[in-house]
């Protein structure tokens, strides 16, 4: 159910320059860009055709000079303010956007700008544009769990190169990736968080060996990495080294900051008004399956509505006030244990609505998509809710961080479940 007919536009409120720049950019994407398939998933790894596609699409945007609208000029972006952005996502929803560049462009590039060489930011950013590099990230280890910091893949310095060796678990899109972002520990004689080391590892490299994770699903979007003395040089480590604890808070912190504005740029109705753009899955859902009128179901679609808009209205008051500086950008926090929970709570909804139909139906059958296939991705994606909780009350509202008796002993001496 759409609130409005029609995709809302301000172009009644461009300036000249503004109205110039929508003009070219409609003009460009008319018969170049691909169409937007309603339905169709923003982030199909197990699709490698789409994949494919969205590669070719964010070449077309460069070569219509409307790829990289806010970042700065002289790393291949145009240099223009957020409006402009803003003006591209409307002319853009006729057409489907290179949405699994997500990791690209909502994690790499900021880490970059905030902690990369400046030939680094004139080697990968302008790459990156051009669809000649997709990138993903490599953080979870097999050992790991969610203590990020716990990471046991080692970069050992020999005759004047990093050799890195370990593995990497859960990285979506690594098999249809380039470049990966990945922690590493450089000393395992200081305490867990002082010895990491932030790297730019090139996947293609004959040390890296790549496998599918297969879904019970039988989906395949993530994948797990073993380095064996993969070569990194001096010039692809972020940041200093030993450092890297810190570059992977900006890290996390442009993931969160993705997810508060919206993960995929323009794959929702632009937003002019204060009207609410409602799903219209749920009630189709109900009618599939014959449950329109029964007062159960039109409960949970009811609930599954409010749900909708507490979450979009919280979005877009996060987003601007951390774009206008009226809240802190620690806001993002919030905005990501938001995703988490509503989507818990909404997956619970719809698979009290469809029943069995939502956990035992062939995919294209009423209900299928609605049911528990994705719950287990709301409760660790982006990082499990009990660390989600965490970083809100300690770093956002400034509660007493828990309690850790071996914070200051060298990683060496701590324990692991895994032989180092």
Known sequence: ????????????????????????????????????????????????????????????????????????????????????????????????????????????VPVLLAHGSEAQKKKYIPATLKSEIFWCQLLSEPSGGSDLAGVLTRAERRDGRWLLNGGKIWTTGGHVSDMGLCLARTDPTVRKHAGLTMFLVDLHHPGVTLQRIKLITGESEFCQEFFDDVEVPDEDVVGAVNDGWNVAQAQLAAERAGMARGWHGGFQAAEVSEQIELTPEYIETARGLGLAEDPFARQQVGEAFVLDAVYHLTLRRVAAGTSNGRLPQTAGMVASLLAA??????????????????????????????????????????????????????????????????????????KTNAPR
């Open 341 to 414: 929970r509503t989507n818990v709570r909404r997956t619970e909804l719809l698979s009290a609505l469809t029943g069995p139909a939502g956990v035992a139906s062939l995919p294209d059958a009423p209900g299928a998509d609605a049911g528990m296939q994705r719950v287990t991705m709301h409760r660790i994606g982006g990082g499990t809710q009990e660390t989600q909780r965490n970083l809100v009350s300690e770093r956002h509202l400034g509660l007493p961080r828990e309690p850790a008796f071996d914070r200051d002993l060298p990683f060496n001496q701590l």
């Open 1 to 108: 159910m759409q609130i409005e007919t029609q995709s809302p536009t301000s172009e009644h409120a461009d300036t000249e320059e503004q109205r110039a720049f929508r003009l070219r950019a409609r003009e460009w994407m008319k018969g170049r860009m691909p169409p937007r398939i309603p339905g169709q998933h923003p982030n199909p790894f197990g699709d490698l055709e789409t994949c494919k596609l969205d590669r070719a699409t964010q070449r077309t945007l460069w070569e219509g000079n409307l790829a990289g609208i806010t970042l700065p000029r002289e790393y291949g972006g145009l240099g223009l303010g957020q409006r402009f952005e803003e003006i591209f996502w409307e002319e853009a929803q006729p057409y489907r956007l290179p949405w699994t560049f997500g990791n690209s462009f909502n994690i790499v």
